[in-house]
């Protein structure tokens, strides 16, 4: 099995930074895309940001030049940087990864369980 572990949130003023890890441990053979998605109270979950196993990146228009994804795949961790957080970034963030297991025929989706983060004065 794999898990995504996930640290980071927390509550941070307006313009503020926080950052975000992820970890994946488990049976793996292979880790291709590894991302960020969040949902805010009642709204759908959205993308924020993917990476790849190249380090190809792509991030939703909303945050686009405020927060910066990067993986190291020795470590099978993810991160997202936040900085000139806005109240509007105030969601459940969630650490997302297709994974290739010793138990799967390719790869499968996996998510954390979620972290909080509050942009607030």
């Known amino acids: 099995q794999v898990q995504l572990v996930e640290s980071g949130g927390g509550l941070v003023q307006p313009g503020g930074s926080l950052r975000l890890s992820c970890a994946a441990s488990?049976?793996?053979?292979?880790?291709?895309?590894m991302g960020w998605y969040r949902q805010a109270l009642g709204k759908q979950r959205e993308l924020v940001a993917i990476i790849n196993s190249g380090g190809r990146t792509k991030y939703a228009d909303s945050v686009k030049g405020r927060f910066t994804i990067s993986r190291d795949n020795a470590k099978n961790t993810v991160n997202l940087q936040m900085n000139s957080l806005k109240p509007e970034d105030t969601a459940v963030y969630y650490c997302?990864?297709?994974?290739?297991?010793?138990?799967?025929?390719?790869?499968?989706?996996?998510w954390g369980q979620g972290t909080q983060v509050t942009v607030s004065s």
């Open positions: 488990g049976s793996i053979i292979r880790i291709y895309s």
């Open positions: 997302n990864s297709a994974i290739e297991t010793t138990m799967t025929n390719g790869a499968n989706d996996y």
